[in-house]
């Protein structure tokens, strides 16, 4: 817990005492401040009510500490990284997403591929190797945190991602990273946040066993009894896209997430809900999409579109692709926040839509 104390030595002033936002589950929604999310609304005959469509954008406190990589993602207008601006710039953005009817986004303590997919060498992670905090890490998260608070947006806080999680030295290294993460997220008042364990904790690439799916329900239950006051976070995990959560995650989550990625066949994304229900263990609880990399928006049926007919809320992905615009992708560093690019407006002008968001008094 040195990191965590840290922490609450270095930021004492700074903690929220007053919340603006908080979130809760009823049932299989979502509710904002004790209401559902987009009250009474719905779309070509599909309840939207309880949703939360939501966006990847992992990559909000990224920095590199490995110097050999960091020189990659500097910016091509001053030919330097620069973490600040990377998190500012997030900041400055989300009072647009919001407005456009998104509610939620992922961000991860230790990022996500910043080429969009793959790990190569760099070293992202809010922790230090025995599970203490990085104080300019959770210096720049809280900039972002209380921008949700005051926005009224609900932060799905990812722990731990593949290719990372090796920088911990062990299994009780990752149980202390855990456990100073979400107590440092409760020492501060925020009750507008869900906790993503991992990133696709099926994935191959995870190194300390506890973090691996067999054992993942572990760190769940782990995080469940970090309380304050009686208060805790609702508490998940992902899977690998296209996969199906298993039984020990289903019995402990308060609720799921899953993968659209390699998923190029809409009926699949309903199939998934579907296939999801049937796990056993399961019971009412919101299921959300938070990582998708399929678009078509402008199509009457879609990945997301089918998730919406599931009553399953929706998350797009989007890198950077070989040759196109610094503008483009949410994953791909140094990353450009706005919503200027073809696929962000698409997917933004599609949530709008679905919403009716901004929401008139």
Same mark, same amino acid.
């Given at each position: ?11 004492? &002033? ?66 330097? $990284? ?8 997030? #900041? ?33 992670? &809010? ?65 507008? =946040? ?15 066993? =506890? ?93 997301? #579109? ?7 809320? $929706? ?35 599609? #949530? ?10």
């Amino acid at each position: 817990m040195a990191g965590f104390f840290l922490l609450a030595l270095i930021l004492p &002033a700074c903690r929220h005492s007053s919340p603006k936002t908080s979130v809760s589950i009823v049932g299989e929604a979502f509710h904002i401040n004790g209401q559902p999310t987009y009250a009474g609304r719905s779309w070509r005959g599909n309840k939207i009510e309880g949703l939360l469509f939501n966006s990847r954008m992992v990559q909000g406190i990224f920095d590199d500490l490995n110097p050999e990589t960091a020189v990659r993602w500097k910016y091509p207008d001053t030919d330097t $990284w620069d973490p600040d601006r990377n998190t500012d710039e997030f #900041v400055a953005a989300m009072a647009d997403w919001q407005a456009h009817g998104l509610l939620s986004f992922t961000i991860n303590l230790q990022g996500g591929s910043p080429m969009g997919y793959g790990n190569k060498n760099w070293y992202n992670s &809010a922790y230090e190797e025995d599970g203490a905090l990085r104080p300019t890490y959770m210096a720049r998260l809280k900039k972002i945190l209380d921008r949700a608070d005051e926005l009224g947006m609900v932060p799905i806080v990812g722990l731990f991602y593949f290719g990372q999680d090796q920088f911990l030295a062990d299994d009780e290294a990752v149980k202390r990273a855990a456990e100073n993460a979400v107590d440092w997220m409760l020492e501060q008042g925020y009750r507008n =946040i869900l906790i993503e364990v991992a990133n696709e904790c099926d994935n191959r690439g995870y190194e300390r066993e =506890i973090i691996k799916a067999d054992r993942i329900h572990e760190l769940i239950e782990l995080i469940k009894g970090r309380t304050k006051d009686g208060f805790r976070f609702p508490v998940s995990t992902s899977y690998n896209g296209g996969r199906i959560p298993r039984e020990n995650v289903v019995r402990s989550a308060d609720f799921i997430l899953i993968h659209g990625n390699g998923v190029s066949d809409p009926q699949r994304i309903t199939e998934m809900v579907a296939e999801t229900k049937a796990v056993p263990g399961f019971r009412p609880m919101p299921i959300v999409f938070n990582e998708d990399d399929h678009y078509g928006f402008e199509a009457d049926t879609n990945n997301l #579109v089918n998730a919406v007919r599931a009553y399953a809320s $929706w998350g797009y992905f989007d890198f950077r692709r070989d040759g196109e615009a610094f503008a483009s992708g949410y994953q791909s560093v140094p990353v450009d926040w706005r919503i200027n690019a073809p696929r962000k407006i698409a997917f933004f002008e599609k #949530v709008r839509e679905i919403t009716a968001y901004p929401r008139r008094p």
